[in-house]
C-alpha cells in the first residue's frame, strides 16, 4: 500500500457503496498503513535509544511494554511481532547493571504478545523462534516470609540462556536459572523451570524430557 493516509483513505471510501461497510474498511487500510509505516526499524529513532540494534531487524507495530533500552541487544534479521515486551530493569528509569541485560541474537523470531523481562541476564542465542504468548524471565519474588507479602519480598536474579536453533511454542514460560541447549523443541504451554540439554524435547508443567536426538 503506497502513499499518504490520506489516499489509503480516499480509495478504500470509494471502494463501499455502503457507509458503514466503508469506514469499517477505511478503519482497517489505516490500521495498515499504520502498522507498515510505525514498525521500528534500525533507520528509527526509537532504535537509536538501544544498546545494538542490528541491520535487519524489524519490530512490528504496536509494540507493549518498552524500556531499559541501554541494556537491551538486537542482533541482525530478527523479527519482533506486535504487542511484544521486551524491558530491562523494573522500571524506564532505573539504573542498570550493564549494557547486556537482554541479548538477543541473530535471525531470530519473537511472537506476538510474547515477553521478555530481563533484571540480571538473559541471553537468547541465534535462530531462536518464540511461539505467541512465551513468558521469559531471569528474577521470580521470594515467599519464605510468612508475615511479608509475596510481592513485596526480595527478587531473585539468576540469568537465562537458550541456545542456538531452539524452538519454543505458545505460551511456553521460562523462569529463572534455566539455561536450554541447542536445538531444543519446548511444547506449546510448558513450563520450564530446569536446565534442558542440547537437541532434546520437553513438554508439560515443569517441562520433562520426552526424546532427545
Not at 509494540?63 to 534479521?77: C, F, K, R, T, V
Request: glycine fraction near 10%; include cysteine.
Amino acid at each position: 500500500m503506497t502513499g499518504t493516509l490520506r489516499s489509503v483513505l480516499q480509495r478504500a471510501s470509494r471502494s463501499w457503496g455502503n457507509p458503514r461497510l466503508w469506514r469499517a474498511d477505511a478503519l482497517l487500510a489505516s490500521y495498515e498503513w499504520l502498522g507498515k509505516r510505525a514498525a521500528i526499524m534500525p533507520t528509527s529513532r526509537r532504535a537509536n535509544r538501544f544498546a545494538r540494534w542490528d541491520e535487519g531487524t524489524v519490530w512490528c507495530f504496536p509494540p507493549a511494554a518498552m524500556y531499559g533500552e541501554s541494556a537491551i541487544q538486537l542482533g541482525n534479521d530478527t523479527l519482533i511481532g506486535p504487542f511484544v515486551s521486551i524491558s530491562a530493569g523494573m522500571s524506564p528509569n532505573q539504573r542498570l547493571l550493564s549494557d547486556a541485560i537482554v541479548v538477543i541474537g541473530s535471525r531470530c523470531l519473537i511472537g506476538r504478545q510474547s515477553s521478555i523481562v530481563g533484571h540480571y541476564s538473559i541471553r537468547i542465542e541465534d535462530d531462536v523462534f518464540l511461539g505467541p504468548n512465551v513468558y521469559v524471565t531471569d528474577q521470580n519474588h521470594g515467599f519464605e516470609d510468612l508475615e511479608l507479602p509475596i510481592g513485596k519480598q526480595v527478587m531473585a536474579e539468576q540469568p537465562v540462556v537458550i541456545g542456538s536453533g531452539s524452538w519454543l511454542g505458545a505460551n511456553v514460560v521460562i523462569l529463572p536459572g534455566v539455561t536450554i541447549g541447542k536445538h531444543v523443541t519446548i511444547g506449546a504451554g510448558s513450563v520450564v523451570t530446569a536446565d534442558l540439554p542440547d537437541n532434546s524435547v520437553a513438554v508439560g508443567s515443569p517441562a520433562r524430557i520426552v526424546r532427545q536426538l
